[in-house]
């Protein structure tokens, strides 16, 4: 596979030597490379070079617009952008270009034999911005990504948590624990600074590790609070946080403080791994959880403040034959599941269930749960976390 990406991925290296030997932009070859002019500017492909190993009949080109998503911010133009390709989750090659002065960029001569998306990034007043297009096949021959950006301010906005989703695993040894976190910023400027965002992580919690939207190179650990670094973009991010608590005594807890404002939190336990008390949390009813009551215990609470706690104790821990595992999804276009009216949605005004509660079946089932504008997933003992797409990402056609 890593040969036939090296011959592939060669036809970007085409567009650094031509933007770099080339002053003349009518003559920039487009087969593998990229332009700072728009379409009408582009010059005749008749004699430029096929890298070797491809398919002349078979790329695919893109259209790159980037704009200005700050109120009154200035038009984005001659900015150099990095455009690199996706493949297996990791970036295989990538190149550097300049927009055009209107702030587009064209990439032709694509290759289309192997499974790669186009990805867009722009630094721009201290954050990076990306945007990822769709896979480059057959029905995606010619795609339109446009990257939005926005100005960047080291003033903290009037952030917030939309909803903070807690999926928990019970051993003998501990609970294993993937805490999924919808970040809200309302404003229309990227926050920035050395330290942005700082989440309080439970007492004890050990092997912590961040994903989705979160770089594990932009946080650091320590005195029992994840700092994050990164900027935070208008919208919603996403943000993935695993780590452990150990048992002691055969017990565990999880003391949760929230960071800011909570829209509403959610702790799911599956049946037959402990026994489970909770304080500062309602448990969900089998009307509200319908068929995934069998196999999950869930936990909630709505209209948190910041510093609030809530505690979820574990005790007669015990085995269970497959520990879940998780992701955050959020879709760049689709999100059909987030809009499902005929999803099952917790009432929490609903009477609330025994909050304590000894657990019952051991593996989760496939299940929708909407709360808040979102979806959760539980399948084959993992989640997924659907947001909806957020307005400050990249979107493609």
């Known amino acids: 596979m890593k040969s036939i990406y090296s011959s592939l991925f060669g036809m970007l290296a085409l567009a650094a030597v031509a933007l770099a030997q080339t002053p003349d932009s009518s003559q920039l070859c487009p087969y593998g490379g990229a332009t700072t002019q728009p379409a009408s500017a582009q010059g005749d492909a008749s004699a430029c070079p096929v890298a070797s190993g491809s398919n002349s009949q078979a790329t695919a080109a893109m259209t790159v617009h980037v704009i200005q998503g700050t109120a009154g911010g200035p038009a984005i133009k001659n900015q150099e952008v990095t455009l690199g390709l996706l493949a297996d989750g990791q970036i295989v090659d990538q190149v550097k270009a300049k927009l055009a002065a209107d702030g587009t960029l064209q990439v032709k001569g694509l290759p289309v034999s192997a499974a790669i998306q186009p990805v867009v990034t722009i630094d721009y007043g201290g954050a990076t911005f990306t945007a990822v297009g769709q896979a480059i096949d057959a029905q995606h021959l010619q795609q339109d990504v446009q990257l939005t950006v926005y100005e960047t301010t080291t003033a903290a906005p009037d952030w917030k948590v939309e909803m903070r989703h807690i999926i928990t695993q019970p051993t003998p040894a501990g609970v ?26 439970p007492p004890g919690a050990t092997g912590v590790k961040v994903g989705g939207d979160l770089s594990q190179a932009q946080t650091t650990f320590g ?3 994840l700092l994050v670094h990164q900027a935070i973009l208008p919208g919603d991010s996403k943000f ?39 304080d500062g949390l309602q448990a969900l009813d089998a009307a509200a959880l319908g068929p995934m009551a069998d196999k999950t215990l869930a936990f909630m609470a709505t209209s948190l403040t910041a510093g609030q706690t809530v505690t979820v104790r574990f005790t007669s821990l015990r085995s ?12 760049e276009q689709g999100d ?24 019952g079946s051991a593996s ?14 539980l399948a084959g003992g993992g989640s997924v976390l659907l947001l909806k797409p957020r307005n400050s990402g990249g979107t493609s056609r």
């Open 336 to 359: 059909e599941a987030a809009s499902n009216p005929a999803a099952s949605v917790p009432d929490p005004s609903a009477p609330a269930a025994d909050s304590s509660a000894s657990t």
């Open 176 to 201: 294993d624990v993937t805490d999924m976190i919808a970040i809200h910023n309302p404003s229309d400027h990227a926050w920035i600074g050395r330290q942005t965002i700082v989440l309080p992580l």
């Open 240 to 278: 993935e946080i695993q780590y452990s608590v150990a048992a002691v005594n055969g017990a565990a807890q999880l003391i949760i403080t929230e960071p800011t404002d909570v829209q509403h939190i959610l702790v799911f336990v599956p049946r037959d791994t402990a026994t489970v008390t909770t």
């Open 320 to 331: 269970h034959a497959s520990a879940p595992t998780s992701a955050i999804a959020a879709p």
């Open 223 to 225: 005195d029992g609070k």
């Open 364 to 377: 989760y089932e496939t299940k929708l749960l909407a709360v808040g504008g979102a979806v959760v997933i």
